[in-house]
């Protein structure tokens, strides 16, 4: 194999590795959204939709080698006008929490 042969190889399997993260990304983001609609939608909130953005994201130790922990944050409006916030843990594209500091104090929700 010649110089170039070599150079590109690796190139193209960083850039497939990177394609897959970003559509995995997206598809959590995705997944984040439509539970925090529905959690909002049970509780009788608004949730303010452009909000859902990803707070972190960190990798540990599970079950199957590592795992790639999200946690989101959104914001929603319980009364028409004030904005409260609120978080969703997921692993993977696997939601374990919701939470939100609701009018009446915490309300959290496990989702296993």
Excluded at 59 to 66: E, K, P, S
Excluded at 87 to 108: N, T
């Amino acid at each position: 194999m010649n110089e170039t042969g070599a150079s590109v190889i690796p190139a193209l399997l960083l850039l497939g590795a990177l394609g897959l993260w970003w559509h995995a990304s997206v598809q959590a983001l995705d997944r984040a959204r439509q539970i925090a609609r529905k959690f909002c939608q049970r509780q009788q909130w608004q949730l303010l939709d452009q909000t859902v953005s990803v707070q972190s994201t960190y990798a540990r130790r599970g079950g199957f080698g590592l795992e790639l922990v999200r946690r989101y944050r959104f914001d929603f409006c319980p009364d028409g006008s004030s904005r409260m916030p609120g978080g969703v843990l997921m692993l993977g594209s696997h939601p374990l929490r919701i939470w939100a500091d609701g009018p009446d104090g915490k309300v959290v929700e496990e989702l296993d």
